[in-house]
């Protein structure tokens, strides 16, 4: 039989199988690109957004005792290249550049009774990464006598800021230390050349001036490497530490667990080869521990979402080969009554088919490459598994129809009765996917993180209960209204009903694409609207006004009434935050005193919000139970508790905290102002220069530029805009499946009077039925699955770490 004859016979059904076919596979190979692409920027971003000190690996060694002091460059430079050669395969790929230090702490200036601290640090860099902008870089130390004693005097360069913050003086020499004393001698002042560098989140301690506790200040002073050699962990706190930074743009998503391993492998061996001396500071499998979940989630409905867009182009291009298979009828027919083996009959719609989806999916495959992204396993399977499902579907279907010869068939007779097998069989998948959907409810979140088999085959169950109940339903109430119409006079509704109600299996079949369909489309819908509902409230949460000024220091008046007078901003509520204490005891509470009627009223029509409030105070879940409060807070004051809040929007959300008037307050000092309007931003940090503003609108544009987020938008959006195209495609050939059967319907009924305006009606009636059966099914199953994955599918990194009442 000559294949390229046939082919060109039927060019049209082969160009539909080519187009469908590449653009299916160029789906399903071209968005696991995309969304990895997303997920590795997602990775690269949280490992960037998190201090240095937490995403990079940082191996310290506490100096207790003279023998294991270093003091010289080269014995810290022969430890760096130990740890280097100590890390995983995973992690040396992941590890670029790095810096050494030793720094004491705690290290008292003499005569301040414990409220300055100067400490000493050597930075192996330091020659790049500061300025000095008064006398010299340090040198090599010297010795004084001090009460009788001979000690080290160590020559420093400060920070500009402890100049002034510590009352520091350059050449002024200062005694460190209580019972091993040095001194420190200021022969320079320097200042870094890049502040916002990540390689200050690892020396804070060098460029600030900080306070561990009230009325405390400490200092980290530069010393050079010729310092090393008086430095000693012997009478004081010192702290070797080598700093490996983690390079994020290399990191990749789906390296994470490998990572998280390699971490902890690497803790060990820096221990094994220390005797326990030296140990593993990082926060990186924290930082990847939180990633993985939210990334198992969004991977999680991304499955969903592709398995169901694989499965329903999968189901057209099917109905595509079935309607070739269905023109090669009589050819096939033929070619077996003349003795053709069964083999032969096989083989032709398997060529015809592979002649179309191979080029195609080959050329889908290929054009996916022009995604950007990584390439992970399933664009390889994807392709494949489209051609097998197109060219297996080509061989078995003639097998099984013409495995007899000359074989006689009626197509105009209903279905035979299933078997008690079979029904059997199709009761059990329906009873066990309702049990699966129960359990799945009952147990909720999983604590293992990855992929959940179970979560991810309930979907399936459910849409195959969903399509075998329908199968099996959707005659009975066509055969209501086929009764209901047979009294009236019209022979059109009559007769298109009744061969809707009798159509074969083979007929409904193609309609039942739209259930996986409509069901993924409709649980898209719901999950997007889900999330951006719950992204909202999150937003308001985490504000708790249209616009939001915070501030360390009070903010004077004259830039309030400036702030009130800037355009665009309606009213202004003042609020001052704080730590408050509890009665007499060590019982601390965070506190906020605002006038609550104006800030309800900024607030009419936000989500969150407070109870009335005029006197006494409001209190969080932990100190419930008390019926009146005593608290310090510029003054003693002892109010009457008036209810509890769960959370005070836009400030605490847990823990002790509590809510008062703001005119309990003696002189309130004004650090927080409450906005409502829609000023420019910029404008008003420049009205209040030590204060952070932030607005309900920006931290909402915040939580959606998220780049997990956004992948899973996008894809919901790509996701249902297929499918709509696949679901117009599968009604077509649904109507063209059934075309030749038509045909001889109505062609017999012409002789009886049917005109054109009544076949058309006759057709719109044999099929709209159940194309309106299986839609509704359709909206059902995609309104159910989000009601059955709900509470196993944690949303909440999507929308600012709020819980998603998924399908609630």
Not at 210 to 228: F, N, Q, W
Not at 678 to 686: I, P, T, Y
């Amino acid at each position: 039989m000559r294949i390229w004859l046939l082919a060109r016979e039927h060019r049209a059904m082969m160009i539909v199988l080519l187009v469908l076919t590449s653009s299916a596979c160029l789906l399903v190979a071209g968005l696991p690109r995309a969304l990895q692409a997303s997920y590795d920027e997602a990775l690269h971003r949280k490992l960037t957004a998190a201090p240095a000190e937490l995403a990079d690996l940082t191996v310290a060694q506490e100096v207790r005792a003279r023998e294991h002091d270093l003091h010289e460059r080269r014995e810290f430079a022969a430890r760096d290249r130990l740890w280097r050669e100590a890390l995983p395969a995973p992690l040396r790929r992941l590890v670029s550049g790095g810096h050494m230090s030793a720094k004491t702490h705690l290290t008292p200036i003499t005569g301040t009774s414990g409220h300055a601290y100067l400490n000493l640090g050597w930075l192996s860099d330091a020659d790049r990464r500061v300025t000095w902008v008064a006398g010299r870089p340090p040198g090599a130390p010297s010795a004084m006598r001090y009460e009788g004693r001979t000690i080290p005097v160590f020559e420093v360069g400060v920070v500009e800021e402890a100049l002034k913050e510590m009352d520091l003086r350059l050449g002024q020499t200062k005694v460190i230390g209580e019972s091993d004393c040095a001194a420190a001698k200021i022969v320079g002042v320097f200042r870094a050349r890049d502040p916002g560098d990540r390689y200050w989140s690892h020396n804070v301690d060098v460029l600030r001036v900080r306070s561990l506790r009230p009325l405390e200040k400490h200092v980290t002073a530069l010393i050079s490497d010729a310092g090393l050699s008086a430095l000693s962990g012997d009478g004081r706190f010192l702290t070797y530490r080598w700093v490996l930074p983690v390079n994020a743009e290399a990191a990749a998503a789906s390296a994470v667990t490998d990572m998280r391993t390699a971490v902890a492998g690497f803790g060990r061996a820096v221990g094994l080869r220390s005797n326990g001396l030296v140990h593993l500071q990082t926060g990186l499998p924290k930082l990847l521990r939180d990633f993985l979940a939210a990334l198992s989630t969004a991977q999680t409905v991304m499955y969903l979402v592709l398995g169901g867009l694989l499965a329903v182009a999968a189901g057209v291009i099917v109905l595509a080969v079935h309607l070739l298979a269905e023109r090669l009828e009589g050819t096939l027919a033929l070619v077996r009554a003349r003795g053709g083996a069964l083999r032969q009959v096989v083989a032709v719609p398997a060529a015809l088919t592979g002649i179309a989806v191979v080029p195609a999916a080959a050329a889908g495959y290929a054009l996916s490459f022009l995604v950007p992204g990584p390439v992970p396993p399933i664009v390889h399977a994807g392709p494949p598994l489209v051609v097998l499902a197109a060219i297996g579907y080509a061989a078995l279907r003639p097998a099984f129809v013409h495995r007899l010869p000359l074989r006689e068939r009626r197509d105009d007779l209903v279905a035979a009765r299933p078997t008690a097998r079979r029904v059997t069989l199709e009761v059990l998948v329906v009873v066990l996917a309702l049990a699966g959907a129960y359990l799945l409810r009952a147990r909720g979140l999983g604590e293992a993180t990855g992929q959940d088999p179970f979560l991810l085959v309930m979907p399936v169950a459910l849409t195959v209960a969903v399509a075998l109940v329908l199968l099996r339903c959707y005659p009975y109430p066509l055969r209501l209204a086929v009764r209901l119409v047979a009294r009236s006079r019209a022979a059109v509704p009559f007769l298109g009903l009744t061969r809707a109600a009798r159509a074969r299996p083979a007929g409904v079949l193609p309609v039942l694409i739209l259930l996986p369909a409509l069901g993924v489309s409709v649980f898209a819908a719901v999950v997007s609207d889900d999330v951006a509902r719950t992204q909202w409230l999150a937003s308001w949460q985490r504000t708790g006004a249209p616009i939001k000024i915070t501030s360390d220091i009070e903010i004077p008046q004259d830039a309030i009434e400036r702030v009130r007078t800037t355009p665009g901003v309606r009213e202004v509520v003042l609020a001052q935050t704080g730590e408050v204490q509890i009665g007499y005891g060590g019982e601390r509470a965070q506190a906020i005193a605002v006038d609550v009627a104006q800030w309800r009223r900024i607030l009419h029509d936000a989500p969150v919000g407070l109870p009335a409030l005029t006197d006494g105070v409001l209190v969080s879940p932990a100190l419930r139970g008390r019926d009146t409060l005593e608290i310090g807070w510029q003054s003693r004051l002892k109010l009457p508790v008036r209810g509890v809040v769960e959370s005070v929007p836009g400030f605490f959300d847990e823990g002790r905290s509590l809510v008062v008037p703001i005119g309990v307050q003696l002189r309130p000092a004004v650090n927080t102002l409450l906005i409502d309007g829609n000023a420019a931003l910029s404008e008003l940090a420049r009205l209040v220069p030590s204060g952070t503003v932030t607005s309900q609108d920006s931290e909402l544009a915040a939580i959606r530029d998220d780049p997990l987020t956004s992948a899973v938008r996008r894809s919901f959006v790509v996701v249902t805009a297929a499918l709509a195209a696949y679901v117009l495609i599968a009604v077509v050939l649904a109507l063209l499946v059934g075309a030749p059967e038509r045909a001889r319907a109505v062609s017999f009924l012409r002789t009886l009077g049917l005109s054109d305006r009544q076949a058309r009606r006759l057709t719109v009636l044999e099929v709209l039925p159940v194309v309106l059966v299986t839609a509704v099914a359709g909206l059902g199953l995609g309104v159910l699955l989000p009601y059955v994955l709900g509470p196993a599918v944690d949303l909440s990194p999507y929308a600012g770490d709020l819980p998603v009442d998924l399908g609630g």
